[in-house]
């Protein structure tokens, strides 16, 4: 009785935190390379600096998604992905406060561009061609999304960290929206 | 009983399946580290590419020179199915498609493996749209011919490019554990002469 209880003790403390990657500690402090094109450097507020963290975009709730061209569910949700874009862009409160970013794990900037060229998508994607984001934030399966909160003071808090899709854009929206001071 | 539970928390905290789409879920089998590359490529740009036949998933019998004086052919070899960067690299090329229709090229993907192992895998990448090809018996005699079957017994990660005329324009094994990158094949690609003739 007395190791099942240990055991079942050790399952809860230690399991869950065994498969959570490290997203919290190092996402928000990481080093991105800045978009090339000026646009989308515009659209993220970051200026010309050649790199950024998420703290730097310019905005109050930031959506990343860590993606791969070569990820067949990502292939999928690109359509899903860029209903949710068209719908923040078209709100006037949204447009200017939630801004999305992708993140190519293992993709060069030739296949990024290609990704986007593919699917149309609008807002900024970044290549990570050799892995070096992906592994820093615990090699997350594709499609993996995280929410961040930047009305906060400090560093950037994450209120959404779940792989897969989204689902509907409208549900998810509504779910982190909740979380987040920036009200429907 | 002891072990067994001791057993399960270390299961449980060994760590996620290396498969990076979501798309396979825990079905990656993980294969660590390999020695990057472990043969001795016997094609080089220039040369005419060896004539294979192979049985496909498709239920068609496949060669080479089907596609003489008609299309340009990429090849692409994979290690094995069901692991981690070969799930991760035949869905690019399934949208890469239009890309490589610029280019009147087709690819073929070859392993290994044997069929019904191939149609499983391929069938949980979706349809990929180009057809795959079985070096399983003689085992990996094309990959051998190529000269990048590894002293494992798996196919190195290869491209080759063929043109219409059955010339190698193109060979290149990458490390087995990374990719190769889609924009060298597409310039590849690009450096042939798409007014070539038929012989």
Known sequence: MRYTITFLL?????????WSAPIDQNLPSLNLP???????????????????TVADINARVVIVEVFSMYCPHCQKEASVINDLYRQISAHPQWADQIKMLGIGAGNSAFEVNYFRETYHIAFPLIPDPHYDIHQ?????RTPYFVVFDL????????????????????SFLKTVLSRTPLSR | MRYIMIAILILTTAGPAMGLSDVFDDKIYDMGALKPTDSVLKVNAGDLAPEFTLPAISGKTVSLSD??????VIISFVPAAWTPVCSDQWPGYKIAAPLFDRYDA??????????????????????????VLSDFWPHGRTAAAYGVLRGDGLAERAIFIVDKSGMVRYAHVSDINQRPELGRIVEALGKIDQKQDAP
Request: aromatic share 10%; net charge negative.
């Open chain 1, 136 to 140: 820093a934030i615990g090699d997350v």
């Open chain 2, 106 to 131: 087709i690819v073929l993907g070859i392993t290994v493996d044997n069929l019904p192992t191939l149609y499983a895998w391929t069938m949980q990448m979706g349809s990929l749209g180009f057809d």
């Open chain 1, 34 to 52: 800045a978009p090339e094109d000026a646009a989308y450097r515009q659209y993220l507020g970051i200026g010309d600096a050649p790199s950024f």
């Open chain 2, 67 to 72: 596609f003489r004086g008609q299309k340009n």
């Open chain 1, 151 to 170: 009305s906060r003071s400090g560093s950037p808090h994450i209120v959404y960290s779940e792989p897969g899709g989204i689902g509907s854009p409208d």
């Open chain 1, 10 to 18: 050790a399952l809860w403390v230690v399991a869950p935190g065994a």
